[in-house]
């Protein structure tokens, strides 16, 4: 059976042979077509006529006046000028060229390019092997752990701003979490639920705090109601932490429901300055999702919350280091899926143990300790997962409120980890003095990080596409790696300079730049003679008679 379909002609393996044989001979192809139309111009010159048609063209060029020329190379510049803008703004919105994005989406397929389906799935593994990984898998969109209060902290944000902090896509994205997380089986809805999952749709804030006071009248005990109150109508954490004190007394034993509102009334406590209670909240849930593999498989969306995250955090604050440490060698493991909070915290434990009497002439004499070099293999293994990071910590790029989604290993990650955790690495003394003086070593380790990773996979290359939907306008995305500019706004800028160039030489020295002219085509055509004459002295002259009749 296998050989007779391996024998098949219409396999996929002969298909993909004959399509590569076919792109592979399609350069010679072309190239064969273009020298025999240069033979058959050059032999039918006299029937065509060709010396006599130069001749009239060139008398025509001849009695054209320097304006013309002027007026010829500035409307090219403007031209080029305004194609090059365009290519600017397309580049900075869209992080491609719009000439190379159309001649790849379009003129490819004509000339015989097929994508290149191997690198799609596979990425290499730490020993080197390949394993299979989709894109969407790379670029998926996570729940921020610690995302702030709506009404509390991102509108206060607008009001004193006049930006919006979210985009439509964060909030869409919230919308449908908050959806499947409270209301369920949509099969068995109350006439509050369905007014619920109305309201998370809604777009405008105030149509979504009157649907859930609606909600509130059909049932005083509508716990998902008083969770959007308290995310988008309470001005302050007090009030917030209120409305989730009454939405878990409606709770009931809905356990997605009960979890989500101890997390935010743990977090209020973490803003009001109650850490300790916070964190006896956070250990308790993280735990016991944690320890009982039976809850997360009746609950699976509770892994999505990422409790231990906001743990890490309350810790951190309380400067209980060793708690701190219990918990990464929990869920930093091989099998569990990494974050930015989880490498950097582990990378600013082993800096706090070293940073304090760290130099780098001192290291750079006597070479790294055993304890400086663990801190130093952290930071890296932390830049590899996510290289955006340093720059938020050491202050070389301004911070902005995180989002409520985060892409891991991207731009929004490392927002939504800076914000909270940029004040615990600066009181741990010399930590990012130690982080700033190593963590550029990461990219000599990967030099090429789209295709091998050292500890990690390769480094998504989808991540700026989702951190442009997922960041505001007004914040400049953090790129990686560097994209060099694409050839096509080098090439016009280069063609409108010298078209400009051009002009003005015409418009000051016209007779000049005419000789000069002149003696640029003579030179150009001059090769192209002398190839005519050498074929001429090969050739018979007969054969070139004959040709010419026919």
């Known amino acids: 059976m296998a050989d007779s379909s391996g024998s098949n002609p219409q396999s996929p393996g002969f298909t993909e042979k004959l399509k590569s044989w076919l792109c592979w001979s399609w350069t010679y192809i072309c190239a064969l077509w273009f020298a025999m139309v240069l033979t058959m111009v050059y032999v039918l010159r006299s029937p065509l006529k060709l010396q006599e048609t130069v001749n009239a063209a060139s008398v025509f060029l001849n009695t054209l006046t320097p304006k013309f020329y002027v007026a010829l190379t500035g409307t090219s510049s403007l ?70 209060f709506r009404g509390a902290e991102y509108s206060r944000y607008t009001w004193v701003t006049g930006k ?71 001005t302050t954490i007090t009030e917030a932490e209120r409305l989730f004190k009454q939405a878990l007394k409606s709770a009931g034993k809905d356990t997605n429901l009960v979890v989500y509102i101890k997390r935010r009334l743990a977090m209020c406590a973490r803003k009001l300055g ?11 849930v993280s735990d016991a999702i944690y320890h009982c593999t039976a809850l997360m498989k009746e609950f699976p969306l509770l892994g999505m919350l990422n409790i231990h995250e906001n743990l890490l955090e309350a810790l951190l604050e309380l400067q209980a280091y060793a708690d701190v440490q219990a918990v990464l060698a929990k869920y930093d493991d091989i099998s569990l899926p990494k974050s930015a909070t989880i490498c950097y915290t582990s990378a600013l434990l082993k800096a706090r143990a070293v940073s304090d009497k760290f130099s780098p002439e001192a290291a750079s004499r006597r070479g790294l300790s055993t304890a400086e070099m663990n801190a130093v293999e952290a930071i890296h293994r932390a830049v590899e997962f996510n290289p955006h990071v340093p720059k938020y910590l050491l202050e070389m790029k301004s911070l902005i409120l995180p989002p409520e989604h985060i892409l891991k290993r991207g731009d929004s990650e490392a927002v939504a980890y800076a914000f909270f955790h940029l ?74 300079s010298f078209c400009a160039m051009l002009a ?47």
């Not at 109650?274 to 308790?284: L, N």
């Not at 690495?425 to 930590?431: H, L, P, S, Y």
């Not at 054969?543 to 026919?550: F, M, T």
């Open 79 to 148: 031209i080029s000028g305004l194609i090059l803008i365009f290519e600017w703004w397309y580049f900075r919105k869209y992080g491609t060229s719009f000439i190379e994005q159309v001649s790849v989406s379009h003129l490819r397929p004509l000339l015989g390019g097929v994508e290149n389906s191997s690198s799609v799935g596979l990425f290499s593994s730490v020993n080197g092997d390949t394993e299979p990984r989709t894109n969407v898998a790379e670029c998926k969109v996570w729940r921020n752990p610690l995302n702030l």
């Open 164 to 234: 919006e902090p979210l985009t439509y896509y964060d909030m869409n994205l919230s919308a449908q979490d908050h959806q499947t997380f409270f209301l369920g089986d949509t099969q068995q809805l109350k006439p509050e639920d369905s007014v619920m999952q109305k309201a998370w749709r809604e777009r405008n804030p105030q149509a979504r705090i009157r649907a859930a006071y609606q909600a509130i009248e059909l049932n005083r005990e509508c716990a998902a109601a008083y969770v959007l109150l308290a995310e988008e109508e309470a």
């Open 274 to 284: 109650r850490i300790k209670e916070a964190v006896k909240m956070m250990r308790d």
């Open 423 to 496: 004040q615990h690495w600066k009181r741990a003394e010399g930590a990012l003095n130690l982080l700033h003086c190593t963590w550029e070593g990461t990219f000599r380790i990967i030099p090429y990080p789209l295709e091998k990773g050292h500890l990690f996979y390769p480094y998504p290359g989808c991540t700026e596409t989702a951190d442009r939907e997922l960041l505001p306008s007004f914040h400049e995305v953090s790129v990686y790696p560097k994209k060099e500019l694409p050839f096509f706004i080098l090439f016009t800028a280069g063609l409108c």
């Open 504 to 550: 003005m030489l015409t418009h000051q020295f016209p007779e000049l730049m005419g000789v000069f002219v002149k003696a640029f085509f003579s030179t150009l055509f001059a090769p192209l003679g002398f190839f005519a004459d050498k074929m001429e002295s090969f050739m018979p002259s007969c054969l070139w008679h004959h040709l010419a009749n026919v």
